[in-house]
Nanobody, 128 residues
Framework: QVQLVESGGGLVQAGGSLTLACAAS????????LAWFRQAPGKEREFVAC????????YYADSVKGRFTISRTNAINWMYLQMISLKPEDTAVYYC?????????????????????WGQGTQVTVSS
């Protein structure tokens, strides 16, 4: 079991920056692939970024590439999403998620169905 708690959301003007954090607890957290997803009002949940268990591999949605950076600190079981040059279309509830890696592979997943553990979400609002 893995428990995930997000923090760091808030209101920011377009062009501003914000860093989200996800505290992970439970057994073998360092063996999980971690990711950020988001869901805007009236829209489906979408993938934002993910990072492999070692932190070596990362992958980003095209819409955030070059503006968002995902990282993790396995020593203290935290994951981060640094967001710069924010746009109004980035407004959404952001969720962190954890996926078990079969056979201990150091890999990444963009499909939400791979993620069995989810946090409660943190609201990010970008004003124009």
């Amino acid at each position: 079991q893995v428990q995930l708690v997000e923090s760091g959301g808030g209101l920011v003007q377009a062009g501003g920056s914000l860093t989200l954090a996800c505290a992970a607890s439970g057994s073998s957290v360092t063996s999980y692939t971690l990711a950020w997803f988001r869901q805007a009002p009236g829209k489906e949940r979408e993938f934002v970024a993910c990072i492999s268990r070692s932190g070596f591999y990362t992958y980003y949605a095209d819409s955030v590439k070059g503006r968002f950076t995902i990282s993790r600190t396995n020593a203290i079981n935290w994951m981060y999403l640094q967001m710069i040059s924010l746009k109004p279309e980035d407004t959404a509830v952001y969720y962190c998620a954890a996926a078990a890696s079969p056979s201990g592979r150091d890999t990444v997943y963009t499909d939400g169905s791979n993620y069995g553990f989810w946090g409660q979400g943190t609201q990010v609002t970008v004003s124009s």
